[in-house]
């Protein structure tokens, strides 16, 4: 049955690709548009209906099927807002999510942790479900995410580490050598906001290439390390109550 169903919801997307609508299946199935969108969401295609549409677009079921098996092996990018709500309801399952995407391996994770080997390998077993990674013989993790993987923005998961961690990231006096805070304050142009968060994601991405670069080196030769890039229009905060009010207001 769930492959029945990724198979439809391969189906959906390959309509897309060629430029089908659901009027269109409705025409070719002879059902209505409403019929149709039933199907898809019930995902109840008859082998038959499969058929018809597969050759509306001219592909054959057996391309269908091709095309689900790379989409399976192709790295992801992010998690559905479902799995970010399963992984961040368990805080443990969620640092171990945070180990593996920083390459530590289930031996450094049990070593460093009052967790034992069991519960690691539910964990990770948990993470090979939501094809984050794939759980190889003697416990062994290969990362799946592709170097563009990212949580939702103003996600579960970003929520949870803006409101759990920002007081103890920012408690920090950042006087140590592996540490540096900058503030600026400034008026930028909108044309200069997209200037600066182009640069901004560039250095992003100088960031993850330095993280792979140094995914091979011993775990104790590695620091957790968090960079917090924020820009926003931000014109009054703390100076809002000296703000002139409008005419009309109280």
């Known amino acids: 049955m769930a492959q029945t169903a990724q198979l439809i919801e391969m189906l959906k997307k390959a309509l897309k690709a060629h430029g089908f609508t659901y009027a269109d299946t409705a025409r070719t199935l002879n059902l209505s548009e409403a019929s149709v969108k039933r199907l898809f969401s ?19 079921i057996s391309d269908l099927v091709k095309m689900l ?14 799995q970010e709500q399963e992984i961040v309801a368990d805080l443990e399952l969620l640092l171990i999510t945070v180990c593996v995407l ?17 519960r690691c390998i539910k964990h990770l077993a948990r993470l090979d479900r939501l094809k984050m ?8 993790v290969r ?3 592709s170097s563009s993987f990212k949580w939702l923005e103003n ?12 007081s103890d990231f920012f408690s920090s006096r950042f006087d140590q050598n ?3 805070l900058i503030v600026l304050n400034g008026m930028l142009a909108e044309s200069s906001f997209a200037v600066f968060q182009r640069k ?23 620091d957790g390390t968090s960079v917090v890039l924020a820009m926003r229009p931000w014109r009054y905060g703390l100076f809002r109550q000296f703000k002139k009010k409008e005419p009309g207001s109280r």
């Open 42 to 60: 019930h995902k109840s295609f008859s082998l038959q209906r499969l058929d018809q549409v597969c050759q509306m677009i001219d592909i054959e």
């Open 69 to 82: 098996n790379e989409d399976a092996s192709a790295p992801i990018s992010g998690l559905s807002l479902e």
């Open 102 to 118: 920083n390459r530590w391996t289930m031996d450094e994770v049990v070593d460093y942790f009052d967790i034992s080997e069991v």
């Open 133 to 140: 990674i794939e759980l190889l013989p003697k416990n062994r």
């Open 143 to 145: 990362l799946l995410v």
């Open 155 to 166: 996600g579960p998961i970003q929520r949870f580490f803006l409101l759990k961690l920002q």
């Open 178 to 180: 592996s540490e540096q």
């Open 200 to 222: 901004m994601e560039h250095l992003a991405r100088e960031f993850d290439e330095l993280s792979n670069d140094d995914a091979a080196l011993p775990l104790q030769e590695r």
